[in-house]
């Protein structure tokens, strides 16, 4: 599975991105450059993110520095699903 491919469907879903998820890199950043990713929506895409893996993310895991790029995001992902194992 390409988590990467998989965090960018959920961002695209969650924030209504239409096209512009097309353009989403490793490297894009999100808090602060995707207008739609505000508090309401991280949690939405948390949710989402939740509901797609299997996996619970807890309040203490909940850190800016993991929304701060598509690629931080998508290995955030990664380690929930390899402690998941």
Known sequence: MDVQQEVTKVLAEVLHLEGRA??????SPL???LPELDSIAVVGVITTLEERFGFTVEDDELDGSNFATVGALSDFVSGKLETAR
Do not use: K, P, T, W
Not at 22 to 27: C, I
């Open 22 to 27: 097309a353009g989403l890199r490793r490297e």
């Open 31 to 33: 808090l602060g450059a």
